[in-house]
Structures are given as structure tokens and as C-alpha cells.
């Protein structure tokens, strides 16, 4: 009996001990030092001018008109989620849709017209990929850089500026691989749309 005792007070000291540590002590700290060290990130990179919040770079905006910079296709639901007050929450997802089916080649045919008619100039050229796809989370804020400079001339033209001023945008927006070789370059859309709006500099 006693060793039945012994066993249960072990276990409950250490649920309560790795509680604390796992739990408070080491969640705490990384707060702190995320608070100390990177604060801007660890409170989700919110692109904020003149107190004005515009949104985050890590969370996609789905932009559809001509003067602006389009990112990855969002598949956006706005049934399925509510609030505790029955309004309706936006929320994206992944199509789910395998690659190798008629449904999905049939949705990126209808993609891949809709950009061909607003880019005729890159009739030549081949859509990038990233354009007509669905990313994995459905919110990536990310496109390639061929994506990004597919669309230059439609952005130039429809907000009556010289393309080397878009291209001067794209590359401040363009995020290098991690350490130079981990992952893939990529333009960050809101921001390239901020500063075409004239709110970044």
C-alpha cells in the first residue's frame, strides 16, 4: 500500500514540477527573450504606418484588381466558422484536390485562361506555376519571383508609372533563401502593394 502511495504523490510531484518548467519557466522565458530579441516578429510582423495596422506579412491578402499585385489563389470559407456572437469567420484551407485529377486540371485550365487574359504581353511565356496553385495553408503572403515580375507590366500600365519603378518595388520586396541557400527567393505581395498604394516607402 505504502509503495502504491509512493508511486502516486512521484507522479503528482512531477506533473506539478514539469508543469512549471515546461509549462510556465520555459514558455515564459522564450516569451520574454522573443519580446526582448525580436519584437516585432514575436508579435506576428504586423506591418503598421502611422498607427494604422495594414496586416501581417506572414498572412496573405487576396488582391484581384489590375493595379495591384496578385499572390497565390486563397480558397476562402466563410461558412463553415463563427464567433461566440454567430458572426461569420474567414478562413482558407488547401483545395485537397489531387494533381492527377480532372477536377483540379480543369480548375487550373480555367486559372491559367483568366491570367493569360488580363497578361497578354506573356502570351509567350509560361504562367508560374504559384500563380494558378493553391499553397498548403491557402494564406501563403509569398510568390515566386518569376510570379512577381509576370505581372510587372499590367501593374506599371494600370497605374500609369514606368515598369522600372515596379521592378524597384519587387526588389525591395524580395526576401533572399535563409542563410543563402535554405529555400527559395520570394516577394512578399502586401508589401509590394503597400508601396505601390504609396503607404510603404
Known amino acids: ?33 522573443a519580446q526582448v530579441v525580436f519584437p516585432e516578429k514575436s508579435n506576428g510582423s504586423i506591418i503598421e504606418v502611422d498607427g494604422k495596422k495594414y496586416g501581417s506579412e506572414l498572412i ?44 483540379y486540371k480543369e480548375l487550373v485550365s480555367k486559372r ?13 511565356k509560361p504562367i508560374p506555376v504559384d500563380l494558378v496553385t493553391v499553397s498548403g495553408s491557402g494564406l501563403d503572403p509569398h510568390i515566386s519571383l518569376a510570379a512577381a515580375q509576370y505581372q510587372i507590366k499590367r501593374i506599371a500600365e494600370n497605374n500609369y508609372i514606368d515598369e522600372s519603378l515596379v521592378e524597384e ?13 535554405l529555400g527559395e527567393t520570394t516577394v512578399n505581395v502586401l508589401k509590394v502593394n503597400l508601396m505601390i498604394d504609396g503607404i510603404l516607402s
Not at 496578385?70 to 456572437?85: A, C, H, L, Q, S
Open 60 to 103: 496573405a491578402q487576396q488582391y484581384t484588381d489590375e493595379k495591384h499585385m496578385w499572390g497565390r489563389i486563397m480558397k476562402i470559407d466563410t461558412v463553415t466558422y463563427t464567433d461566440e456572437n454567430g458572426k461569420k469567420l474567414m478562413y482558407s484551407t488547401p483545395s485537397n484536390l489531387s494533381p492527377a485529377s480532372d477536377e
Open 169 to 181: 518595388i519587387v526588389d525591395k520586396c524580395t526576401e533572399k533563401p535563409f542563410l543563402g541557400f
Open 1 to 33: 500500500m505504502s509503495n502504491i502511495k509512493s508511486l502516486f504523490t512521484n507522479a503528482i510531484l512531477s506533473f506539478v514540477v514539469f508543469t512549471l518548467v515546461c509549462g510556465v519557466l520555459y514558455t515564459g522565458s522564450i516569451t520574454a527573450i
Open 112 to 124: 491559367v485562361k483568366a491570367i493569360k487574359s488580363y497578361h497578354g504581353y506573356n502570351a509567350d
